[in-house]
């Protein structure tokens, strides 16, 4: 609360013109025995207002000093108002202060509490997700290993009817083959017999050529000496043995051997 100046002490403080009357009179009453001068009646009155003034100034500030006084006590029991005033609200700012620290703290509190509840149960459900996840992922497993097995199988059993197949297939390959070989080295025994007779044909058709082509040189040959060497060829070429010609085709080639297929 704001001090206001105190109206009648400056009221009190504005002087009035001092006059004192009675001190003329008195001044005038003792020396109205004699005559005074112009000057000595100035010079008293003004040492009379001189001597008025003084003691209204020594008046003045007794007053004004007991007024200080009454102020400066005013305003230490203001002053000491307002620090009383001032340490009970800064008391009460200071328990409000405790009191929302310790509503801030209890808020705290509850949070953290609020907070490692839903840890705990964010772990429990984290805990109950991983537990799902593994059994999940163990069936998982668990059907992936008998697809697995079961392709397996299949591929197994395919494999084996496949090789079954594949071996079935050789082993007729196989007998085709040895059946084919076979009429092959029979056809090619022939073949040979064959060309055994037809070389044993052919080695007698060259000699019979060579045993006529001897004979019309020896009858066309004039006569002389004879020559031994024609003699004993002549001689060995009757004792050599005689075989059937090889049978000729209509254009006088040999023909065909009799064991081909569809030539007989």
């Not at 202060?97 to 705290?108: G, H, K």
């Not at 799902?132 to 397996?152: L, M, P």
């Not at 065909?256 to 030539?263: A, K, N, Q, W």
């Amino acid at each position: 609360m704001e001090d206001r100046p105190d109206a009648s002490l400056h009221g009190e403080d504005r002087e009035t013109p001092v006059s004192d009357p009675g001190g003329l009179d008195e001044l005038t009453a003792s020396f109205g025995a004699r005559p005074m001068s112009e000057i000595s009646v100035a010079s008293a009155k003004v040492a009379a207002i001189v001597e008025a003034a003084e003691r209204a100034a020594e008046d003045l500030r007794h007053k004004t000093e007991e007024k200080a006084r009454a102020r400066i006590a005013e305003a230490d029991r203001a002053a000491d108002l307002r620090v009383e005033a001032a340490e009970a609200e800064a008391s009460e700012i200071v328990d409000a202060a405790r009191r929302q620290a310790a509503a801030v703290e209890a808020e705290a509190k509850e949070g953290v509490r609020h907070i490692h509840e839903r840890a705990a149960q964010a772990r429990e459900e984290a805990e109950r997700r991983k537990v799902t996840a593994v059994q999940e992922a163990q069936e998982e497993a668990v059907r992936i290993r008998a697809d697995a097995d079961t392709y397996a199988e299949d591929v197994r059993r395919d494999a084996k009817a496949d090789a079954r197949e594949i071996i079935a297939e050789a082993h007729a390959a196989a007998r085709d083959v040895l059946h084919d070989g076979t009429t092959l080295s029979g056809h090619l025994q022939e073949l040979s017999n064959s060309l055994n007779r037809n070389a044993e044909r052919l080695l007698n058709d060259v000699k019979l050529a060579h045993a006529r082509l001897t004979a019309d040189l020896d009858q066309a040959a004039p006569a002389g000496p004879a020559d031994p060497a024609p003699t004993a060829s002549r001689g060995a070429s009757p004792a050599a043995p005689r075989s059937t010609p090889p049978r000729r085709g209509p254009d006088g080639d040999f023909d065909v051997p009799e064991f081909v297929p569809g030539r007989r």
